[in-house]
């Protein structure tokens, strides 16, 4: 039932307007609503935060009949905003960031990234430059990323910084960034083969501290990968 029903909004609201978003190099971000109000944005996530709770198969198999349907630009972006970002914020982030995001995110109402890759390192973790120091109540992250898909549109993005570099990888931690700060800009577009619609930026730059409560990039939890 619940296949039909999201094969159904994929062939009414997307159908017609997918060689247009090709064409035009980008999906717009008020469809980001129409898929939270359809209830297709994090299904998978606790009801608590206004999702459906149900099982990761689900939220699978949406992206699925995305791919089959030829959207691989919009089932590229779902895949990061509900099947990446989601689950991160869920598993290790305070609570408090768990209501201030998740809400959000399955009502459409904010669209999310990640930003791991790196102009000189890469997806090489162990290569990241991009630090993050803990001065008192705030960390400040410094450093620039490269192709994040949902760049574009982001407005939250979890950010891989090192916050102990003589760790490596066990160094490294996540922070939720809030794309409006001043601190935080973006590149250009990168024009690419394949998943037009679903431009990843050149760019991403930040110098911004981060406070505990009200804060410019929320340090999630250290992560051990």
């Not at 297709?40 to 099982?55: F, K």
């Amino acid at each position: 039932m619940f296949r039909n029903m999201v094969l159904c909004f994929l062939k009414q609201e997307v159908v017609p307007v997918y060689d247009d978003w090709e064409r035009e190099h980008i999906m717009p971000k008020a469809f980001w609503r129409a898929m939270g109000e359809a209830g297709l944005l994090l299904v998978d996530m606790p009801e608590q935060y206004g999702t459906a709770g149900a099982e990761v198969d689900v939220c699978m198999m949406i992206q699925e009949e995305m791919a089959k349907l030829g959207f691989f630009s919009l089932a590229s972006g779902y895949g990061i905003h509900s099947n990446i970002v989601a689950p991160y914020i869920n598993n290790i982030a305070t609570e408090q960031q768990k209501e201030q995001s998740l809400p959000r995110m399955a009502s459409g109402e904010i669209v999310a990234a990640i930003a791991m890759t790196e102009p000189c390192a890469g997806s090489d973790s162990a290569g990241m430059r991009t630090s993050a120091v803990n001065d008192g109540d705030e960390y400040i992250l410094n450093g620039s990323k490269t192709f994040i898909t949902n760049g574009v549109h982001a407005d939250l993005v979890i950010v891989c910084a090192k916050t102990d570099p003589s760790a490596g990888s066990k160094g490294i931690s996540l922070f939720l960034v809030d794309t409006s700060l001043l601190e935080f800009s973006r590149g250009k577009k990168i024009e690419k083969m394949g998943s037009i619609a679903a431009i990843p930026l050149s760019c991403f730059s930040l110098i911004c501290a981060s406070q505990q409560m009200h804060c410019s990039a929320r340090r999630a939890k250290a992560s051990s990968t």
